[in-house]
């Protein structure tokens, strides 16, 4: 009885080692993360932010009736800020994306400009309006690096000419607006991981505008003096702005990186 009973106990110990041996712990598997949200290009969008511009004015002195030149191939420069609001829409195929856009600036550029040589101002640009299209390149899902290009158009307000020392002002030139041509720069972010629906936009712009006449005018009585400038504008720019798109949640087309 005494040798069943210990065949017995050594059969269960082993059958229990066994059983134990089966049953060892599973491995373990951390929860998988919420996928970060993946920015879609395709869409809608409004913006705002503001910049700094300089630009050049190279203009010439001359007689109004025969053209005869008075000061030859001088320069002016300006710089200052601006606001700007923008809108546009893009659409978005592999990692390329194109686009349309309007922006408007509210501006502050201004600087010194003469007249005959010894006479100085202050010529001030106080708006600047742009339309054009834009072809970017997607290097990470989240940026896009592009080039901008299109029409513009601007206004300088008038100037008003003072001859050193003296503070009564002597002639004056009417304000206009001109007309050109853009190219631009820039990069893209998706901040989406931050605000979903937001980006961040900076781009560097040049413009060139049509060349300007503008008479120059006695300040007193407003007659003409017989002399006139003409004016070529040139200007550098550099804009970043805060983006929202409308269609953030929406699910981009495949892309490869």
Same mark, same amino acid.
């Given at each position: ?19 134990? #041996?089966?049953?060892?712990?599973? %491995?373990?598997?951390? *929860?998988?993360?919420?996928? *970060? &949200? ?5 869409? +809608?969008? $409004?913006?705002? @932010? ?9 203009? =010439? ?10 000061? =030859? ?14 809108? @546009? +829409?893009?659409?978005?195929? =592999? =990692?390329? !994306?194109?686009?349309?856009? #309007? ?5 502050? $550029? ?7 040589? /010894? ?27 592009? !080039? ?20 009564? #002002?002597?002639?004056?030139? &009417? ?14 972010? *998706?901040?989406?991981?931050?605000? %979903? ?14 060349? /300007?006449?503008? #008479?120059?005018?006695?300040? /007193?009585?407003?007659? %003409?003096? @017989? ?24 699910? &981009? ?5």
């Amino acid at each position: 009885m005494k040798k069943l009973l210990l065949a017995l106990t050594a059969m269960a110990v082993m059958t229990g080692s066994a059983s134990a #041996a089966d049953l060892a712990a599973r %491995p373990y598997t951390k *929860a998988p993360m919420a996928a *970060a &949200p993946v920015a879609n290009w395709s869409g +809608c969008y $409004v913006g705002a @932010g503001g910049g700094g511009a300089m630009s050049n004015n190279d203009y =010439n002195d001359f007689t109004t009736a025969t053209g005869a030149v008075l000061d =030859n191939n001088l320069t002016g420069g300006a710089r200052g800020w601006f606001g700007t609001v923008q809108g @546009g +829409c893009d659409y978005q195929f =592999n =990692n390329w !994306v194109v686009g349309a856009f #309007a922006d408007y600036d509210f501006m502050d $550029v201004h600087g010194d400009h003469g007249f005959a040589g /010894a006479f100085t101002g202050q010529q001030k640009q106080d708006w600047q309006w742009a339309v054009g299209g834009r072809v970017g390149y997607l290097v990470l899902p989240q940026l896009l690096t592009y !080039v901008s290009g299109g029409y513009t158009q601007a206004h300088w307000k008038g100037t008003t000419f003072f001859f050193p020392g003296i503070a009564a #002002a002597a002639f004056s030139a &009417p304000g206009f607006t001109k007309g050109g041509w853009f190219i631009g720069t820039g990069d893209e972010y *998706a901040l989406t991981s931050f605000l %979903p629906g937001l980006f961040w936009k900076t781009e560097y712009r040049y413009s060139e505008f049509d060349r /300007a006449n503008v #008479a120059v005018s006695d300040f /007193a009585t407003g007659l %003409p003096t @017989g002399f006139s400038q003409t004016e070529k504008l040139r200007e550098h720019s550099v804009r970043s702005e805060l983006v929202y798109r409308f269609n953030w949640g929406g699910a &981009p087309l495949v892309a490869k990186y």
